[in-house]
């Protein structure tokens, strides 16, 4: 059975940095579409970034370019969302998913597998 398990988060203070991995387990084939969401309190899941992993392509969302960096260890199928100069905005749940495709409209219709999700609070 596939498994995408997210680690990393907590709580940091505003301007700080956090590294989220997420480790995955049973993908049935070796190329996927590895990307990250977050879910804000009271807001829409959103999605923040992908990386193709046979390439290593990667795409942004506008909100994030500058501050957060994705990348990809295809060896051991896990991915990173390196974050800095937090945001108090930016404290969410934050989800890693596995795919067919890095759609620029991060469409969650193109990710099968999901982690559970890693919370990040982001103090003022």
């Known amino acids: 059975e596939v498994q995408l398990v997210e680690s990393g988060g907590g709580l940091v203070q505003a301007g700080g940095s956090l590294r989220l991995s997420c480790a995955a387990s049973g993908l049935p084939f070796d190329d996927y579409a590895r990307a990250w969401f977050r879910q804000a309190p009271g807001k829409e899941r959103e999605g923040l970034s992908c990386i193709n992993s046979n390439n290593g392509n990667t795409t942004y969302a506008d909100s994030v370019k500058g501050r957060f960096t994705t990348s990809n260890d295809n060896a051991l199928k896990t991915v990173y969302l390196e974050m800095n100069n937090l945001l108090p905005a930016y404290t969410a749940v934050y989800y890693c998913?596995?795919?067919?495709?890095?759609?620029?409209?991060?469409?969650?219709?193109?990710?099968?597998?999901w982690g559970q999700g890693s919370p990040v609070t982001v103090s003022s």
């Open positions: 998913a596995a795919g067919t495709v890095c759609s620029l409209q991060f469409g969650e219709r193109w990710f099968a597998y």
